[in-house]
Nanobody, 119 residues
């Protein structure tokens, strides 16, 4: 089993930066990729970014390219989401998830962490 726990959310002004962390534990050897998703009130959950557990590949939604960066620490315990030049439309509950088969099976999800971008 794999457990993921997000942290680092908060309130930030437009143009500011925030770094989210996703702590991964359990059967991490079974992970193919770890991804970040976000969901704003009244909207569906959207894909933000993902990285293979090996760190060899990453993917980004068009809306965050050039502003967000996903990374994994060398100890393979934490995946980070560095968010720069934040916009009000980035406001959402951010979820971390681990996949086991490509990008089609994110089976382990965290509880979410709220990011609010407002002046």
């Amino acid at each position: 089993q794999v457990q993921v726990v997000e942290s680092g959310g908060g309130l930030v002004q437009p143009g500011g930066s925030l770094r989210l962390a996703c702590e991964v534990s359990g059967r991490t050897y079974a992970i193919y990729a770890v991804g970040w998703f976000r969901q704003a009130p009244g909207k569906e959950r959207d894909f933000v970014t993902a990285i293979t557990w090996s760190g060899s590949s990453s993917w980004y939604a068009d809306s965050v390219k050039g502003r967000f960066t996903i990374s994994r620490n060398a100890a393979r315990t934490t995946v980070y989401l560095q968010m720069n030049n934040l916009k009000p439309e980035d406001t959402a509950n951010y979820y971390c998830a681990a996949s086991y088969d490509g990008l089609d099976d994110f089976g382990s999800w965290g509880q979410g962490t709220q990011v609010t971008v407002s002046s």
